[in-house]
């Protein structure tokens, strides 16, 4: 997969996990289908759904820059394993601050990412 597609894909699985966490669309929609007996349940799913999205952009982006520094991938897959099973051990006490702090990280990474990449090319 070439990374404007792992980009776009990272960033589409963000918004949907984003809007299905923090807005009630889900919610709603699983309301009007009679589902309700399972929204208690839902943020044990799209919460490790929005941290491997958000790998999925850093992935991208390292994959943008022409694979500069040491492969990302191991330190993804800690990060999102790792915030996962700290907002399940808060009971999601956190999980607005703990997911703005995701999207940070993958942010200053971007950033980071683009000033080794105009550097070197400098």
């Not at 330190?75 to 099973?85: K, Q, Y």
């Not at 703005?100 to 550097?119: D, E, F, K, P």
Request: charged residues 10%.
């Amino acid at each position: 997969m070439n990374d404007k597609k792992l980009l776009r894909n990272g960033v589409i699985g963000t918004v949907i996990a984003m809007l299905c966490c923090f807005t009630p669309v889900l919610v709603i929609m699983l309301g009007f289908a009679g589902l309700s007996g399972i929204i208690g349940g839902l943020d044990y799913g799209l919460f490790p759904m929005l941290f491997a999205s958000l790998g999925m952009v850093g992935y991208a982006l390292y994959q943008r820059s022409g694979n500069r520094g040491p492969s990302p991938n191991i330190i993804i897959i800690v990060l999102v394993i790792g915030l996962s099973a700290l907002l399940f051990w808060l009971e999601f006490k956190f999980a607005l601050r703990i997911s703005i702090a995701a999207v940070a990280i993958v942010a200053v990474y971007g950033v980071y990412l683009h000033r080794v990449v105009n550097t070197s090319a400098a």
